[in-house]
């Protein structure tokens, strides 16, 4: 008999219209003309499917007004590229899976929601890819993340009255463009987001349809390194001498001090958009220390601004803006590592292949439009600090991990409900996560670095990486096997319950600061202390015996305590004519045989591999017996 299998996509309800994105250059959900045949994702049950194109480069869709969905799906056919959702003049996105649980599914590279969402019947995450939300997360029902990762973010931050300058040269100036180059683009999508941003500058030339006061820029055609350096803070005409054109015109430089004559007061941007090169590609010797020389006297100037600065576009006729692109990345690399608040924002890689004029230099509407959307998520990371609070995840929704599946914090300010882990849940550093629960499965992880306040249930086998120290501000309950890595800490200051086994290192560190109740064991190795600062009520079994031999005040025993006083020496027996050794041993450590032929320090070798030990056992080591002369111990690890 021949069987066939089908697969079913979810249907869609009547008065619903799954959409498929078709615009490789970005652009509005609402527009029709975005979506093949002018369909755009829209109902209760309806699929928005932004994963039929190779986009190659970060792509920005903007709401403009409220949409609801049933489930969208982000990818890209060739390579993993990423996506991002913004609010645009409006709007967030409602889901109704219309039956079946609302869905989001990443297929490859990352999707940033970074819009409000509601909506019933819960949410999944599904896809290996990595879904970031930065939006507040209000639906209603339970979350599953079944695949890849889901990202929690702090939501930008920008100031009141933000004020950006956009600086270069012609490209920068709007050459050749219908609507102020990237400016006018880039003041539509920045509004909603920053809304009482302004543009800033000297000149107010090429202003497209950009409102009156957002017409500020400093950009000029023809100039280059050199002149935009001399200007900020000084005069210099030559490029308004070679060609006298008032787009080239510096008005009597000082662009950032004002002064100088020119009757202006300094100006202070929080963000300058520099876009400089193109003019510098026919002299590039020397082009990287003039390069640098401009980004310093920038930030000296106004140290305060985030500098944000362009790989330049591409030149059809030129191909030594690829090298004059590695310099950049190189300079603000290095820059960047010594402390200098400047970063590298890509318009060259996935430029669209017709976003260039005829002329091969300057950018169409398209290349503009482009240029502006990447302008804008660079603003938006450089106001999205690491750490900050993020709206976490609904607190009446139940978030479950599955297995391979992680729900990664960031180092982000977060609140959930409560979380079953099969998989990882990732603090990364220094988060702070307040949750109804955590239920760490058998199998799951802990990562990371923070503090998390609620009911933590730990039944696995490990709980955060080496180097990583976390705080738990609510109670504790182990009952799986939690070995503390080198070079962390566990700090409990909330009532610990352990009924598996916690094993606290040298390397690492274990403070108890609330009550403790040992139903199984506690064993402190190599040194290590135990350190409770509250009562330690031991029922269960208590082993130091490499550990810190000191007990904490409140300690009451009503189980079994060893210490070091429980070390044996080794009993040295002849048997069958060979000489033996033996060990009454210990669960939880391993025993090894070591030789030295004289006894001094650094003679000692291991001999043989360890043994485990195993409570109640004694253990026989027998040396090799090609040579059998010298001096033996069993030395205890850990």
């Given at each position: 008999m021949a069987l066939a299998t089908v697969f079913l996509a979810p249907l869609t309800p009547l008065g619903a219209a799954d959409g498929v994105w078709s615009n490789g250059g970005g652009g509005s959900w609402a527009a029709a003309q975005n979506w093949t045949d002018g369909v755009p994702a829209s109902g209760a049950g309806a699929t928005a499917n932004f994963e039929q194109l190779d986009i190659g480069r970060p792509m920005l869709v903007t709401l403009d007004g409220p949409q609801l969905v049933g489930r969208i799906v982000f990818g890209d056919t060739v390579a993993g590229d990423?996506?991002?959702?913004?609010?645009?003049?409006?709007?967030?996105?409602?889901?109704?899976?219309?039956?079946?649980?609302?869905?989001?599914?990443?297929?490859?590279?990352?999707?940033?929601?970074?819009?409000?969402?509601?909506?019933?019947?819960?949410?999944?995450?599904?896809?290996?890819?990595?879904?970031?939300?930065?939006?507040?997360?209000?639906?209603s029902g339970p979350t599953w993340i079944e695949a890849g990762t889901l990202r929690l973010a702090s939501p930008p931050s920008f100031p009141s009255s933000m004020k950006v300058m956009p600086l270069g040269d012609s490209i920068t100036y709007g050459g050749n463009g219908s609507d102020a180059g990237y400016r006018s683009p880039l003041y539509q999508k920045l509004s909603p987001l920053a809304p009482g941003f302004q543009y800033v500058g000297t000149s107010i030339l090429s202003p497209g349809s950009l409102p009156s006061g957002q017409r500020g820029h400093d950009g000029r055609p023809s100039y280059n390194i050199r002149d935009i350096h001399n200007n900020l803070d000084g005069f210099d005409n030559t490029r308004y001498l070679d060609i006298p054109t008032a787009s080239r015109d510096p008005l009597g430089g000082h662009w950032l001090t004002g002064g100088g004559?020119?009757?202006?007061?300094?100006?202070?941007?929080?963000?300058?958009?520099?876009?400089?090169?193109?003019?510098d590609l026919g002299q590039l010797e020397g082009a990287d220390e003039r390069f640098r020389g401009l980004l310093e006297k920038i930030l000296t100037l106004r140290p305060q601004a985030r500098l944000l600065v362009a790989k330049i576009t591409p030149v059809t006729y030129n191909d030594t803006e690829l090298e004059f692109n590695s310099m950049v990345t190189a300079v603000t690399g290095d820059m960047r590592?010594?402390?200098?608040?400047?970063?590298?924002?890509?318009?060259?890689?996935?430029?669209?292949?017709?976003g260039l004029?005829?002329?091969?230099?300057?950018?169409?509407p398209a290349g503009y439009e482009w240029m502006a959307s990447q302008w804008s998520e660079a603003i938006v990371s450089a106001y999205s600090a690491e750490g900050g609070p993020s709206a976490g995840l609904p607190v009446g929704?139940?978030?479950t991990v599955a297995a391979g599946a992680t729900l990664d914090l960031a180092g982000t300010q977060s609140a959930t409900g409560n979380i079953v882990a099969y998989g990882t849940v990732d603090l990364g550093e220094n988060a702070v996560l307040s949750t109804a629960g955590l239920v760490l499965v058998n199998g799951s992880a802990l990562k990371g670095s923070g503090t998390i306040y609620g009911t933590v249930i730990h039944n696995g086998m490990g709980l955060c990486g080496a180097g990583q120290n976390i705080t738990f501000n609510g109670s504790f309950v182990n009952n799986g096997n939690l070995i503390v890595p080198p070079g962390s800490s566990l700090t409990f200051n909330g009532p610990v319950t352990n009924n598996g086994v916690l094993t606290?290192?040298?390397?690492?560190?274990?403070?108890?600061?609330?009550?403790?109740?040992?139903?199984g064991t506690v064993r402190m190795t190599g040194g290590a202390a135990l350190e409770a600062f509250g009562t330690f009520t031991n029922a269960g079994f208590v082993d130091l015996l490499?550990?810190?031999?000191?007990?904490?005040?409140?300690?009451?025993?009503?189980?079994?305590?060893i210490d070091a006083s429980a070390l044996p020496l080794p009993r040295a027996v002849l048997a069958d004519g060979r000489f033996e050794l033996w060990i009454d041993s210990h669960s939880g450590h391993f025993y090894q045989l070591q030789r030295s032929p004289d006894l001094l320090p650094g003679s000692w070798v291991n001999e043989g591999d360890p043994l485990p030990g195993n409570t109640g056992t004694a253990l026989r080591f027998r040396p090799s017996m090609?040579?059998?002369?010298?001096?033996?111990?069993?030395?205890?690890?850990?």
């Open positions: 990423d996506w991002f959702v913004r609010k645009g003049s409006s709007g967030g996105i409602t889901f109704d899976g219309a039956g079946t649980a609302p869905e989001v599914r990443v297929s490859a590279g990352s999707a940033t929601l970074g819009v409000d969402l509601t909506g019933s019947g819960g949410l999944r995450k599904t896809g290996p890819g990595v879904l970031v939300l930065s939006g507040d997360n209000q639906w004559g020119t009757g202006r007061l300094p100006m202070f941007p929080d963000v300058v958009l520099l876009k400089v090169g193109t003019n590592a010594e402390g200098w608040n400047v970063r590298a924002v890509d318009l060259h890689t996935g430029f669209p292949a017709n004029l005829a002329d091969g230099l300057h950018p169409n929704s139940t978030v606290g290192r040298a390397a690492g560190g274990v403070v108890f600061n609330g009550t403790v109740t040992n139903n490499t550990g810190g031999q000191a007990l904490p005040e409140g300690f009451v025993n009503l189980g079994t305590m090609a040579n059998p002369r010298g001096f033996f111990r069993v030395g205890i690890d850990p």
